[in-house]
């Protein structure tokens, strides 16, 4: 079975610029997570969705931040502007009580994001 | 809101030795716990999970956890550490709710250092 896959696994941009990273979560995994892990912390929930629908995005910075998941599969997280401090790994998750027993949510391999 | 707590920031073990790392939570139902270790330019890898039923659990690599509801503890034992345990340890809480997996909420992390 094919693991979450992240693109691009690193990215530079000046600040004030823009920035998408795309997720591709295991298939048939109907939940989809975002998460930003800045350096030396433990990863942030952003977004969450379950399929096309967004279940929570209380901690997402909307001024500067979306994300969508058309047609219930890929996803793709959006920065624009960029800030410095949105220097930080951006980690991919997605889970399904289907498959993979309560709760458990598989990680990508992360798209890590330099904002000079 | 929930929380998690780990005390330890960095922990040194020597080859060999028994390890344990501590995480305290917060949460106002019954949690579902992990416990994720990260090596260097890596993600996310799953040791175990605590749902319900027997409070010590068993983990990959030879690590376990027990679940200490009096205490609010979920804290992660390995008898006898590796060199390739050297890592980033996250230990988290979550729920299962009507709209899937509820994201995830992590600790700060451990770092872990094996001396030889």
């Known amino acids: 079975e094919a693991g979450v896959a992240q693109s691009p696994r690193y990215k530079i941009i000046e600040k004030r610029q823009s920035v998408a990273f795309w997720c591709n979560p295991i298939s048939g995994h109907a939940t989809l997570y975002w998460y930003q892990q800045i350096l030396g912390q433990g990863p942030k929930l952003l977004i969450q969705?379950?399929?096309?629908?967004?279940?929570?995005d209380s901690q997402l910075p909307k001024d500067r931040f979306s994300a969508e998941r058309l047609k219930g599969v890929d996803s793709t997280l959006k920065i624009q502007p960029a800030k410095l401090e949105d220097s930080a790994v951006y980690l991919c998750a997605s889970s399904s009580p289907l498959t993979s027993g309560n709760n458990e949510q598989f990680f990508g391999p992360g798209t890590r994001l330099t904002v000079l | 809101a929930q929380s998690v707590t780990q005390p330890d920031i960095h922990i040194t073990v020597s080859e060999g030795a028994s390890l344990e790392l501590r995480c305290n939570y917060s949460y106002g139902a019954t949690p579902y716990l992990f416990w994720y270790v990260q090596s260097p330019g890596q993600g996310l890898q799953l040791l175990l999970k605590y749902f319900s039923g027997d409070t010590l659990v068993q983990g990959i690599k030879g690590f376990e956890a027990e679940f200490k509801r009096s205490q609010s503890s979920f804290n992660l034992r390995k008898p006898s550490v590796h060199w390739s345990d050297a890592a980033e340890y996250f230990c988290a809480v979550g729920a299962y709710s009507g709209g899937g997996a509820d994201g995830l909420t992590f600790g700060k992390g451990t770092h872990l250092i094996i001396q030889p």
């Open positions: 969705f379950q399929n096309n629908g967004v279940v929570d």
